[in-house]
Each structure stands twice: as structure tokens, then as C-alpha cells.
């Protein structure tokens, strides 16, 4: 194991001290347990409230997404584990500005279960809730069952786009409905090429040989549609582009953000060897790239490997993606 | 070997095709062969032009900081390799706007030889010329031979010093001045925890036994100061600051920016715990944590480490610390 870290058992409340003592313009604690975490100026009167949450390992996802323009608040579970109901409705309350809560995470089991939970509590005392659960990533399940699928990296474009449109004023309703279409509009596949590592189990969650690769693997290692001998990187864009595009079924002419992410371990140049290739499938497609993000977004501690994102955009999307949003961690991506 | 590459030969051309491609509007190649890249408003009519270069496969690294407030071009050499006179003087020339030129690099044979020879060149072409040669890695040699030192991620401060500098009109002289104060005031030390692969060799440029680190390696896998059992967070940051701290000597008192920088595979979660005991052990010296940079700034490849790296400041590197600074890498530090 080739972890920097102290004890397994503290791990996530050292980085949530860390984060307080870097960030204090930008985040504080909501709660005692500091595993609801807010933006700074929680609670924003008059505006609706966005709460993310899920398990810790994912930086900067999630707590990464708390700023101006993005969430407003975000509970913290464990590393790959929910976060509590309870802390869920401490975010909750924290963010409250008197125009409801919308709530925005990942569709996963124990999230789903807590969320809700959380919605029947914040909902006894008196806090409208909505709730969009995120379901881009297409290898997940068939598109038939599109609303089983889990969600992965395109919570940025959820987060970015619902943000800009609670920042703006508009209503609880309105930031639902943006945020569902920015979650309908996204499709992500990813690929691992090497296990990550839970600090307090000490061993990998899976083991992949060397010179192999999982196609469509998630974000918690689980496993993807296909294993093979690690392919090139123009070879496993062409994979993970075909099966996101086809699954999309974009118009001609459409305008696409294109996210590239990195999942922990691959380097920043070997996104860009996935992005190029990407974005001349887009090209070829007779689509076009508007808006393009490489980066990591959303990571699984130090597992090798990237999932690629795309949003298929309209008007108010491209408005919202183009508004201004700030925290220590969002990358702005670059208009065409 | 666990890489998403095409072809060896052609990763770094790739790499600057897919920049040029995703960031028009911020880069745009200065020559043929698209190794010397500059800012895509180049030249800057009076103001100094900043330029940068070395080896590929340190991203955000070099070319990540031609911006805004940043460096005005970049030479980009292959992997782990000095680009050559000849693309020097292509940036050179390209961010020429008049005032003068200053070139600030790691100290490195190839790029110290490099960079004297298009020095020579651009002299004769009628540029003025200054030279700022970073050396900020305490490891590299002892305080009485700080001079022979090799440059590190202190680069990101000496870049954004300089670049603020010559962004708000100052001559070159004051840039140099600027430049080599950020340096001077700089200090990194740095922890491996497993090697790179080089991908045209294909193998690790050294070997780390799994369950061990090695403290003052330098970014291309240069021998540290001491190999050893991997400790915790803690007692590698212990380790790491007090070299540090011992080296800069800052009076009481002192202000100070900290950057906890990944080398490329290691989780923002754990350079965060880093952080959490660096600022720490500031405050018990008597020292003040006033801007904090966390994340990956300057990288090897797929190296698993980090490093710190603290610079002493005055109101001077404050003020321009704090002037605006704008690149698609470049991630701004939180002001305390």
C-alpha cells in the first residue's frame, strides 16, 4: 500500500480539518460531527438550497462542488460509504434559505436510501424538497433501464448547470427540471487500469492484472462490460465514444460539452490523448465540441484510469454552463 | 506498464495537438513544429515577455502556465528532456513585445545550456535578455551551495510573481528582480512513494520496494536524501517542513504561502492530510499560513508522492500573489 495517510479510522475527519483550515472563506461546518459542510454564506435568503452528498474518496467530488454558483451544501460519508440522514439534514437545514432544497447525488443504494430519509425529516420540519438522482453512467445498465444506472462524472455538469440556476434566483421547481435535463443529457463510460486501495482495508477492492483494463468500470470499482488487454488511448476513446455516443443519439449539428476526467493515478497528459481523440469522433460525428473540460473532476482515490463525459447542450444549458462559479476546486472548462 | 498512450514517439506532439485543439483561446503555437507555444494575445506590445520550457510530463507544468498574470510562452521538450535553443528562440521572439524577454527555468544542464544558447541568439536578434534560473529544492544540495540546487515546484510561485509583475508594466529589469526574489524566498522538499515510467523506455526510471518512500526525490526521479520504510502523513510532513523551516530561517512572524503539491498519482485526499500537518507546524513555529495551494501544480508523470513548498513573503510578492492570474491549469490559492 503506498498511502500517505495516518490512521484509516480518522482518515476523512483529517481531510474535513484540512479543508476548514485552508477554506475557511469558503466552506464551514454545519454540524458537531463536521460531516455536513456548507458554503460560507449558508444560508443564501430567497434562494433554493442544493444539497450533494456520498461517500468520501471521490475528491473533488462532492465536497468539492460546494461554492458560488455550484451546491450548497454537502454531507460526508465515509470513504465509498453514504453519508448519514441525519447529516444529510443538517446540510439541509444549514442551506435553507426559505425557497426549498434541492437534492442532487449519485444513484447509489445507500445514498438513495439516506437522502430520502432525510427528505421525510427535513420535510416534518417545514423544507420543501426535490430531489434529481443522477444516472449517466451508460455502461451501468442498458438504456432501457436508463434509471437504474449509476452516477458518475457527469454530477459536475448537474451541479454546474442547476448552480448557476439556483445563483440566479430561479424556483425550486425550475432548478429540478434544469437539473434533470443536464442529467438526461449526460453520458459517461469509464475505464480503470488499476484498483484503488480503501485505507482502512489496506488491500485493493479488485484486482486487475497489469496490462489490463475494464471498460465501464465505476467509480467504486465496479465492475465494467468488458476486460482486456489494455488498449491505446486512441483505441479506448474510440470504445468509450462509441458506446456514449450511439447511447446519446444526438442530432447533427448538436453541441456537446466533452469532459474528460481522471479517475486519481493517470496523469493530466494522458487525458489529453483521450480528449484529442474524443473530440475528433465528435467532429467526424458531424457534432461539435462547445465546451471542453479535462481534468480531475471526480476520482476514486488512486485508481489509474478516466471516464469520459458528454452533455448534449441547448440554449439554457450553454447559459448556465457559461455563468460564473467559484470554489477551490472547480475547473472552469473553456468555450469553444 | 499501466499508460493510455498512443505511440511513444509522437505522446508529446499529441499531447500539444489535443492543447491546441480544447484551449485555442488560450495557447497558440509560435513555430512549425509546434514546440514553442505562447499565449494566444502574443505579443504584448511594452510589456516583458516571460518564457518558460523543459521536459515534457510534469503537467500542469510548464505549459500549464502560460496565461494571464502567468508566463507569455513555453518551450516544450520531449519527456523528461530540455527543448531546444532553436524553439526557445521561437517563444522567444514570439512574446517579444518590445521590453525585453525573461527567461526563468529549472536549473537542469540540457535547459541552463539550452536556454544560454537561444539567450545568445535572441541578443543578436535585438532582444534584451534576463535570466532567472530557479532552485528552490532544498534536497538537491546543502544551503552553502543553494545556487546548485535543482528547481521544483516553487516554480508556480516564481511564475505568478513575474507574471504579475510584467503584466502590470514593469520593466525587465524589475520582473528579473521580482523573479529571483520569489526564488530566493522558496523553498521544497519532496517524498516518492513509486517511480515513473518513461513512456518511450517503458520501465521505471528507478525502483521503490512496495511499503517504502524516498524523501528529496526531485521530479524526474532524482535520488532524495534518505530511503525508507513509508511513515504517516504526519511524520512525512514532520520531516519535510523542518528541513525546509530549517533552511528558510523566516524571522517570527512571518507570512508565508504553502503549496502541497501531487506528483501525479497521489489522491488530493492525502496531500490535504500533508497540508493539515505543514499549516500546523507553521503555526507552532510562530509563522502565519496566509495563502494555502493545494493539488497537483507540478507533476511526474504517474509518480505516487507529493511535495511542500513554502515561500517567505513581503507585501510585494503579496500584493502580486493576489493580482489576477488566469490559465486553464493555473488553480488559484486561498488567501486566509
Known sequence: MKK??????????????????????????ANADKRALVRADAPKQGRVGIVTGGGSGHMPGFLGYVGEGLCGGVAVGNVFSSPSSEQ??????????GAGVLYVYGNYGGDVLNFDLASDLADAEGIDIKTVVLTDDVASAPKERAADRRGVA????AFKC?????????????????????????????VGLSPTILPAAGKPTFTLPDGEMEIGIGIHGEP???RGALQSADSIADTLMRQILDDLAAPKGARLALLVN???ATPLEELYLLYRRAAKIIGDDGLTVAWSYVGEYVTSLEMAGASITVMLLDDELEALLDAPAHSPFFREGTRA
Open 262 to 264: 481522471g479517475l486519481g
Open 224 to 226: 465494467g462490460t468488458h
Open 154 to 157: 457527469g454530477m459536475v455538469f
Open 88 to 97: 444529510i439534514l443538517e446540510a439541509t437545514k444549514a442551506v435553507n434559505g
Open 4 to 29: 500517505i495517510i495516518n490512521n484509516p479510522e480518522t482518515f476523512v475527519d483529517e481531510i474535513i480539518d484540512a479543508l476548514l483550515l485552508a477554506h475557511p472563506k469558503w466552506i464551514k461546518a
Open 162 to 190: 442547476a448552480g448557476a440556476a439556483a445563483e440566479r434566483g430561479d424556483s425550486l421547481d425550475e432548478v429540478a427540471r434544469i437539473c434533470a435535463k443536464a442529467n438526461a443529457n449526460c453520458r459517461t463510460m469509464g
